[in-house]
Nanobody
Protein backbone atom coordinates (compact mmCIF):
# COMPACT_ATOMS: atom_id res chain seq x y z
CA UNK A 1 0.00 0.00 0.00
CA UNK A 2 1.38 3.36 -1.04
CA UNK A 3 0.62 6.54 0.87
CA UNK A 4 0.91 9.88 -0.90
CA UNK A 5 0.99 13.25 0.85
CA UNK A 6 0.86 16.48 -1.12
CA UNK A 7 2.12 19.82 0.12
CA UNK A 8 2.97 23.26 -1.21
CA UNK A 9 -0.46 24.57 -2.14
CA UNK A 10 -1.66 28.00 -1.15
CA UNK A 11 -2.92 31.37 -2.30
CA UNK A 12 -0.92 33.25 -4.92
CA UNK A 13 -1.49 36.13 -7.30
CA UNK A 14 -1.79 35.52 -11.01
CA UNK A 15 1.58 35.39 -12.73
CA UNK A 16 3.37 33.96 -9.72
CA UNK A 17 4.68 30.46 -9.06
CA UNK A 18 4.16 27.56 -6.71
CA UNK A 19 5.90 24.22 -6.33
CA UNK A 20 3.86 21.28 -5.20
CA UNK A 21 5.48 18.25 -3.62
CA UNK A 22 4.15 14.76 -3.13
CA UNK A 23 5.95 12.45 -0.71
CA UNK A 24 5.40 8.73 -1.10
CA UNK A 25 5.79 5.97 1.45
CA UNK A 26 4.92 2.32 1.81
CA UNK A 27 6.12 1.10 -1.56
CA UNK A 28 9.02 1.11 -3.98
CA UNK A 29 8.63 4.59 -5.39
CA UNK A 30 10.74 4.01 -8.49
CA UNK A 31 8.36 1.29 -9.71
CA UNK A 32 5.45 3.73 -10.01
CA UNK A 33 4.68 6.19 -12.73
CA UNK A 34 3.45 9.40 -11.11
CA UNK A 35 0.86 11.92 -12.15
CA UNK A 36 -0.69 15.18 -11.07
CA UNK A 37 -4.39 15.82 -11.53
CA UNK A 38 -6.62 18.67 -10.50
CA UNK A 39 -10.27 19.12 -9.69
CA UNK A 40 -12.66 21.98 -9.13
CA UNK A 41 -16.05 21.53 -7.46
CA UNK A 42 -18.66 20.13 -9.80
CA UNK A 43 -16.17 19.06 -12.44
CA UNK A 44 -14.32 15.88 -13.31
CA UNK A 45 -10.81 15.38 -12.02
CA UNK A 46 -8.53 16.24 -14.92
CA UNK A 47 -5.02 15.27 -15.88
CA UNK A 48 -2.28 17.86 -15.59
CA UNK A 49 1.07 16.07 -15.90
CA UNK A 50 2.76 12.70 -15.60
CA UNK A 51 6.29 11.39 -15.32
CA UNK A 52 7.71 7.95 -16.03
CA UNK A 53 9.25 5.70 -13.41
CA UNK A 54 12.79 6.83 -14.13
CA UNK A 55 11.86 10.45 -14.71
CA UNK A 56 13.04 10.65 -18.31
CA UNK A 57 9.63 10.90 -19.95
CA UNK A 58 6.92 13.39 -19.19
CA UNK A 59 3.48 14.25 -20.49
CA UNK A 60 1.40 17.38 -20.05
CA UNK A 61 -2.13 18.53 -20.62
CA UNK A 62 -2.35 21.24 -23.24
CA UNK A 63 -3.46 23.82 -20.73
CA UNK A 64 -0.24 23.53 -18.69
CA UNK A 65 2.35 23.08 -21.42
CA UNK A 66 5.12 25.60 -21.13
CA UNK A 67 4.02 26.67 -17.65
CA UNK A 68 4.17 23.55 -15.45
CA UNK A 69 7.05 21.10 -15.04
CA UNK A 70 6.78 17.69 -13.43
CA UNK A 71 9.85 16.03 -11.99
CA UNK A 72 10.72 13.34 -9.49
CA UNK A 73 13.51 12.44 -7.13
CA UNK A 74 13.50 8.70 -6.59
CA UNK A 75 16.09 8.97 -3.86
CA UNK A 76 13.68 11.16 -1.89
CA UNK A 77 10.49 9.30 -2.90
CA UNK A 78 9.03 12.61 -4.03
CA UNK A 79 7.40 13.99 -7.14
CA UNK A 80 7.13 17.71 -7.82
CA UNK A 81 5.00 20.01 -9.89
CA UNK A 82 6.56 23.39 -10.57
CA UNK A 83 3.81 25.77 -11.60
CA UNK A 84 4.79 29.07 -13.21
CA UNK A 85 2.75 31.89 -14.73
CA UNK A 86 -0.27 30.81 -12.74
CA UNK A 87 -3.72 31.89 -13.89
CA UNK A 88 -6.98 32.19 -11.94
CA UNK A 89 -8.30 29.23 -13.93
CA UNK A 90 -5.56 27.07 -12.39
CA UNK A 91 -7.43 27.31 -9.08
CA UNK A 92 -8.23 23.74 -8.01
CA UNK A 93 -7.38 20.97 -5.61
CA UNK A 94 -4.28 19.26 -6.93
CA UNK A 95 -3.79 15.54 -6.41
CA UNK A 96 -0.81 13.33 -6.99
CA UNK A 97 -1.29 9.73 -8.00
CA UNK A 98 0.81 6.60 -8.47
CA UNK A 99 0.38 3.97 -11.14
CA UNK A 100 1.90 0.50 -11.15
CA UNK A 101 0.24 -0.44 -14.43
CA UNK A 102 1.74 1.81 -17.03
CA UNK A 103 4.83 3.77 -17.90
CA UNK A 104 2.83 6.96 -17.50
CA UNK A 105 -0.71 7.91 -18.35
CA UNK A 106 -3.24 10.70 -18.55
CA UNK A 107 -6.06 8.29 -17.63
CA UNK A 108 -7.06 8.58 -14.01
CA UNK A 109 -8.42 5.02 -13.91
CA UNK A 110 -4.89 3.73 -14.53
CA UNK A 111 -3.70 5.16 -11.22
CA UNK A 112 -3.84 2.96 -8.15
CA UNK A 113 -3.09 5.36 -5.30
CA UNK A 114 -4.07 8.94 -4.63
CA UNK A 115 -3.13 11.63 -2.16
CA UNK A 116 -5.61 13.73 -0.24
CA UNK A 117 -5.01 16.81 -2.37
CA UNK A 118 -3.69 20.30 -1.80
CA UNK A 119 -5.61 23.49 -2.56
CA UNK A 120 -4.17 25.98 -5.03
CA UNK A 121 -5.92 29.33 -5.31
CA UNK A 122 -4.82 31.92 -7.83
CA UNK A 123 -6.19 35.43 -7.41
CA UNK A 124 -6.51 37.89 -10.26
Amino acid sequence: QVQLVESGGGLVQAGNSLRLSCAASGGTFSTYAMGWFRQVPGKEREFAAAVSRGGRSTSYADFVKGRFTISRDNAKNTVYLQMNSLKPEDTAVYYCAASSRTSFSARKYEYDYWGQGTQVTVSS
